[in-house]
């Protein structure tokens, strides 16, 4: 970090962002603390409950410990047109969307570039576990973080080099306890915070639920098998997504998983696993890190984010690419981002068609 | 630092700390007991009374010392409650006031929130169709966000013609415009020692003679009975001493009001967009920033060192749109999310504004697209 004047630090009050920050004090850097507001918490669970005003506290909390300025950002109406009105829609129609990817670009960071403006600082640091490298032709790389259980860089494909030049991720070559043994080392307040591993606004990991509050009604239909008959009847297409087995609720037979959902008609299809293999993918809405490759590539595809990647030839098309693994992939399924590596390194991503 | 934010919180004198200093090593004592050491300590809370009641004109009797402003409002409000079906009110009060008058609407007494259009208070005329023995009427005398001045005197004119109970929450005005509660012919008053220079936790309702008040706690006969609990000596005789400055800060305003014309022509200049034009002290200057939202402003002056607020209520730092800006300008949303409050005192230098004034510059040049 040459030439830093300001640096706004993302604090979403836990863990990783608030070690980050206390890195970078540790550092010596000029530091701004930002909590944005995105979703009001609802619901009695405790840990996880999107921006709950105890994050807020904790954010504050540590900000004051660390010295530095703290404030909350309200981004709600942002939020929920470029983030929760398309995750409803998304899954309406069949898909099991990926909301982090466009939080990350058309909410968060996007937000934060402009509040850093405003603030007259100079780069924005977050807690994700990604790398960033200076290329020999000067473009900027992304990689994964060094710890490949927390690695975040799935996350991050779809951000343009303008926002990546701005980043600075403190936690990039750290583990997780590493995370926690920096924060306990420099006194982070919330250092032993339990983590969420949902999505931020669906805490209890509900999506129909969710679903049922925030949009139209989730579409109920009837549970088919791949020839058409009719094996029973589901409460809401939003409550599935590929390669499920539970809460079918299908009495004997053998263990079914979802291999498709129809939107036009809310069918549920099922059936063996063995039919949820596919060699093949196409992604939509792609972007390139360091700008569109020319030729066909070989590469790691990763399809979710605990999905480790799987060895393929990707060949851009015109705003997507297409994939084909050389071992056939366990449920490919549509709305997921789809992540081109080359060993450590983010090539570019798109969505599943 | 550069310090505009006095609506918030006036700075404390150094009268003010130094009487808090030296009142400290006795005013620990309980003064409801009768030993010397609490004899001490109501010495000196008995003082703070008589400065209190003096700089609003009251007699010591009548003044009930509070916990703070909000507590003096909702002791008012609900204190004159009792036996009250209607309660008329404007729909740009401080939450002490809105939501005090809020819970005795879902209590079932019947709310009339007049409206303040463009910072335009209720005319008397607009009042009286409401009035009648069986209402109270619960406004502020001076706005918190914009600095609109009611016209309190007359609305007390109509509430004794109609036979109404009238509560005044006088927190802004006190210090700003002068304040005689034997003149103005109310049923209670709210101030609070904050605004003028005194600790956060110190307040006090006056009321008038011979009506009784309901206390919002059990617990005491403290304060006639009036307010159970020990009473925080130490924050009154800071709230004493803070009173005994009013006059100063009466004779300063028309030099407040001139460097608030000052900053406020300066960024009408840069394009700031002033909201409540209406009669309004010479205190505050609040100003809507298209292209801006209130609190992001407000951030960024921070991080130049300018001290100012948005005026909205805050909890947990999350600021939402003011809801007196918004109820001013109901066909101008946009006016309520990207407001800021600035907010003098005569401690406010020429050279205050002039530097707060170059901050605005330097950081509206970097808004926009």
Same mark, same amino acid.
């Given at each position: 970090?040459?030439?830093?004047?300001?640096?706004?630090?993302?604090?979403?009050?836990?863990?990783?962002?608030?070690?980050?920050?206390?890195?970078?004090?540790?550092?010596?850097?000029?530091?701004?603390?930002?909590?944005?507001?995105?979703?009001?918490?609802?619901?009695?669970?405790?840990?996880?409950? @999107? @921006?709950?005003? &105890?994050?807020?506290?904790?954010?504050?909390?540590?900000?004051?410990? =660390?010295?530095?300025?703290?404030?909350?950002?309200?981004?709600?109406?942002?939020?929920?047109?470029?983030?929760?009105?398309?995750?409803?829609?998304?899954?309406?129609?069949?898909?099991?969307?990926?909301?982090?990817?466009?939080?990350?670009?058309?909410?968060?960071?996007?937000?934060?570039?402009?509040?850093?403006?405003?603030?007259?600082?100079?780069?924005?640091?977050?807690?994700?576990?990604?790398?960033?490298?200076?290329?020999?032709?000067?473009?900027?790389?992304?990689?994964?973080?060094?710890?490949?259980?927390?690695?975040?860089?799935?996350?991050?494909?779809?951000?343009?080099?303008?926002?990546?030049?701005?980043?600075?991720?403190?936690?990039?070559?750290?583990?997780?306890?590493?995370?926690?043994?920096?924060?306990?080392?420099?006194?982070?307040?919330?250092?032993?915070?339990?983590?969420?591993?949902?999505? @931020?606004?669906?805490?209890?990991?509900?999506?129909?639920?969710?679903?049922?509050? &925030?949009?139209?009604?989730?579409?109920?239909?009837?549970?088919?098998?791949?020839?058409?008959?009719? =094996?029973?009847?589901?409460?809401?297409?939003?409550?599935?997504?590929?390669?499920?087995?539970?809460?079918?609720? =299908? !009495?004997?037979? !053998?263990?079914?998983?979802?291999?498709?959902?129809?939107?036009?008609?809310?069918?549920?299809?099922?059936?063996?696993?063995?039919?949820?293999?596919?060699?093949?993918?196409?992604?939509?809405?792609?972007?390139?890190?360091?700008?569109?490759?020319?030729?066909? =590539?070989?590469?790691?595809?990763?399809?979710?984010?605990?999905?480790?990647?799987?060895?393929?030839?990707?060949?851009?098309?015109?705003?997507?690419?297409?994939?084909?693994?050389?071992?056939?992939?366990?449920?490919?399924?549509?709305?997921?981002?789809?992540?081109?590596?080359?060993?450590?390194?983010?090539?570019?991503?798109?969505?599943?068609? | 630092?550069?310090?505009?934010?006095?609506?918030?919180?006036?700075?404390?004198?150094?009268?003010?700390?130094?009487?808090?200093?030296?009142?400290?090593?006795?005013?620990? %004592?309980?003064?409801?007991?009768?030993?010397?050491?609490?004899?001490?300590?109501?010495?000196?809370?008995?003082?703070?009374?008589?400065?209190?009641?003096?700089?609003?004109?009251?007699?010591?009797?009548?003044?009930?010392?509070?916990?703070? +402003?909000?507590?003096?409002?909702?002791?008012?409000?609900?204190?004159?409650?009792?036996?009250?079906?209607?309660?008329?009110?404007?729909?740009?009060?401080?939450?002490?006031?809105?939501?005090?008058?809020?819970?005795?609407?879902?209590?079932?007494?019947?709310?009339?929130?007049?409206?303040?259009?463009?910072?335009?208070?209720?005319?008397?005329?607009?009042?009286?169709?409401?009035?009648?023995?069986?209402?109270?009427?619960?406004?502020?005398?001076?706005?918190?966000?914009? +600095?609109?001045?009611?016209?309190?005197?007359?609305?007390?004119? %109509?509430?004794?013609?109609?036979? %109404?109970?009238?509560?005044?929450?006088?927190?802004?005005?006190?210090?700003?415009?002068?304040?005689?509660?034997?003149?103005?012919?109310?049923?209670?008053?709210?101030?609070?020692?904050?605004?003028?220079?005194?600790?956060?936790?110190?307040?006090?309702?006056?009321?008038?003679?011979?009506?009784?008040?309901?206390?919002?706690?059990?617990?005491?006969?403290?304060? /006639?009975?009036?307010?159970?609990?020990?009473?925080?000596?130490?924050?009154?005789?800071?709230?004493?001493?803070?009173? /005994?400055?009013?006059?100063?800060?009466?004779?300063?305003?028309?030099?407040?009001?001139?460097?608030?014309?000052?900053?406020?022509?300066?960024?009408?200049?840069?394009?700031?967009?002033?909201?409540?034009?209406?009669?309004?002290?010479?205190?505050?200057?609040?100003?809507?920033?298209?292209?801006?939202?209130?609190?992001?402003?407000?951030?960024?002056?921070?991080?130049?060192?300018?001290?100012?607020?948005?005026?909205?209520?805050?909890?947990?730092?999350?600021?939402?749109?003011?809801?007196?800006?918004?109820?001013?300008?109901?066909?101008?949303?946009?006016?309520?999310?990207? %407001?800021?409050?600035?907010?003098?005192?005569?401690?406010?230098?020429?050279?205050?504004?002039?530097?707060?004034?170059?901050?605005?510059?330097?950081?509206?040049?970097?808004?926009?697209?």
């Amino acid at each position: 970090m040459s030439e830093v004047k300001r640096v706004l630090v993302a604090m979403s009050g836990g863990v990783d962002s608030s070690v980050a920050a206390a890195l970078l004090r540790e550092a010596g850097h000029d530091l701004i603390g930002v909590t944005l507001h995105l979703w009001d918490a609802d619901g009695e669970q405790q840990v996880g409950r @999107c @921006c709950a005003p &105890e994050d807020r506290d904790d954010a504050r909390r540590t900000c004051e410990h =660390l010295g530095i300025p703290h404030y909350v950002l309200d981004e709600r109406e942002a939020f929920r047109k470029n983030v929760i009105d398309p995750f409803v829609a998304e899954y309406q129609a069949g898909r099991t969307p990926i909301p982090c990817v466009s939080c990350n670009r058309t909410v968060k960071l996007t937000y934060l570039a402009d509040v850093a403006r405003r603030f007259d600082a100079t780069h924005i640091a977050t807690g994700h576990y990604a790398r960033l490298e200076r290329a020999p032709h000067g473009k900027l790389r992304l990689l994964r973080g060094r710890d490949d259980e927390k690695d975040q860089s799935y996350f991050l494909f779809g951000l343009p080099q303008s926002t990546l030049e701005t980043l600075v991720f403190p936690l990039g070559e750290l583990t997780k306890s590493e995370v926690r043994k920096a924060g306990r080392r420099l006194g982070v307040p919330n250092a032993d915070k339990p983590e969420s591993m949902e999505l @931020c606004f669906v805490p209890d990991g509900r999506v129909g639920d969710f679903i049922n509050r &925030e949009g139209t009604p989730t579409i109920s239909g009837d549970i088919v098998d791949p020839a058409g008959t009719v =094996l029973g009847r589901h409460e809401g297409v939003a409550n599935f997504t590929r390669g499920q087995r539970r809460g079918l609720g =299908l !009495g004997g037979g !053998g263990t079914r998983y979802v291999l498709r959902i129809v939107p036009d008609t809310a069918e549920v299809v099922v059936g063996d696993e063995s039919q949820l293999y596919d060699r093949q993918l196409i992604a939509t809405d792609a972007h390139w890190v360091g700008g569109r490759p020319a030729d066909a =590539l070989r590469g790691e595809v990763r399809i979710r984010y605990r999905h480790r990647g799987a060895l393929a030839d990707v060949t851009p098309t015109g705003h997507g690419f297409k994939v084909r693994f050389d071992e056939p992939q366990r449920a490919i399924t549509p709305g997921q981002a789809a992540v081109v590596y080359r060993g450590d390194e983010v090539i570019g991503g798109g969505f599943i068609a | 630092m550069i310090y505009l934010d006095h609506h918030a919180a006036a700075p404390a004198p150094e009268t003010v700390r130094r009487a808090m200093q030296e009142a400290a090593t006795v005013a620990w %004592a309980n003064p409801s007991s009768t030993h010397a050491a609490g004899r001490a300590s109501r010495r000196l809370l008995e003082a703070a009374r008589d400065d209190v009641a003096k700089s609003i004109g009251a007699t010591a009797a009548d003044v009930v010392l509070t916990g703070g +402003g909000t507590e003096a409002c909702n002791l008012g409000i609900r204190g004159l409650a009792a036996g009250r079906v209607r309660v008329v009110t404007s729909q740009v009060e401080h939450p002490a006031v809105a939501q005090s008058v809020g819970r005795l609407g879902t209590e079932g007494r019947e709310v009339i929130a007049l409206s303040v259009v463009e910072g335009q208070p209720p005319s008397p005329a607009q009042l009286a169709p409401h009035l009648g023995p069986d209402t109270l009427v619960a406004v502020q005398w001076v706005n918190h966000e914009t +600095g609109t001045v009611f016209p309190i005197h007359e609305y007390a004119q %109509a509430c004794r013609q109609h036979q %109404a109970h009238l509560f005044v929450d006088a927190t802004q005005a006190l210090g700003k415009v002068p304040v005689d509660v034997g003149a103005l012919g109310a049923d209670a008053v709210a101030i609070a020692a904050q605004k003028i220079g005194g600790p956060a936790g110190a307040g006090a309702c006056w009321v008038r003679r011979g009506l009784e008040l309901q206390p919002l706690l059990d617990g005491g006969l403290q304060e /006639r009975g009036r307010r159970p609990g020990t009473p925080d000596t130490l924050s009154m005789v800071g709230f004493g001493a803070a009173c /005994r400055s009013i006059g100063d800060r009466l004779a300063g305003q028309p030099r407040v009001t001139e460097l608030r014309d000052r900053i406020e022509a300066t960024l009408v200049q840069l394009g700031a967009v002033p909201n409540g034009r209406a009669p309004r002290t010479g205190t505050v200057s609040n100003l809507s920033f298209q292209g801006w939202k209130g609190p992001l402003l407000a951030a960024a002056l921070d991080l130049e060192g300018v001290c100012l607020s948005t005026g909205a209520a805050c909890s947990s730092g999350l600021q939402e749109p003011s809801a007196v800006i918004r109820a001013m300008y109901p066909d101008e949303q946009w006016r309520a999310g990207s %407001a800021v409050r600035i907010s003098l005192g005569i401690e406010t230098t020429e050279r205050d504004i002039e530097t707060a004034s170059g901050a605005f510059r330097q950081i509206l040049a970097r808004g926009g697209a």
